[in-house]
């Protein structure tokens, strides 16, 4: 499987509700150039799965448009805090599925470092940071690290 991992555009400051924050027009503006720069090794993503945070639902709707996916499948499993054997777990059944997630820090780095069984801070995100991950099974060290870009 290919697993591409997104970390959601620039936001808005903090706010007591973390989880409605907006995208502002810089992570508007990233998200297109990030993906529409990888057009081409992204064309082959079949589903795009993100967090249901406000930043994350904005950041995988570019990506859909841009990528002509019609729908986005939401889960709690990409919060920024959710359990990585959670996802792991949910992540088998798409063996098959080449997919784009969208998520947060500190989840992003986490499953992207476990996954290529890296130190902890080897693949670093910034905002809209993305990276590419070949695997045949999802757990620690089970992955090789195809594409890491970075604005």
Request: hydrophobic share 45%; proline share 3%; with cysteine.
């Amino acid at each position: 499987m290919k697993i591409f991992i997104l970390r959601h555009g620039q936001a808005e400051a903090y706010q007591a509700n973390d989880s409605v924050r907006r995208l502002v027009d810089k992570g508007i503006d990233d998200t297109h150039q990030i993906i529409s720069s990888n057009i081409q090794i992204l064309s082959s993503v079949q589903k795009i799965v993100a967090s249901p945070y406000i930043r994350a639902q904005e950041t995988a709707t570019i990506a859909a448009r841009l990528l002509n996916i019609e729908s986005i499948f939401n889960t709690s499993l990409l919060e920024p805090e959710a359990s990585l054997q959670e996802l792991f777990s949910f992540l088998e059944g798409f063996a098959e599925t080449e997919m784009l997630l969208v998520s947060h820090l500190p989840l992003v780095g986490v499953l992207a470092n476990r996954l290529c069984g890296f130190e902890e801070n080897r693949i670093q995100f910034n905002t809209s940071s993305l990276v590419g991950i070949e695997c045949d099974f999802p757990a620690n060290g089970m992955g090789h690290l195809f594409l890491e870009r970075h604005l």
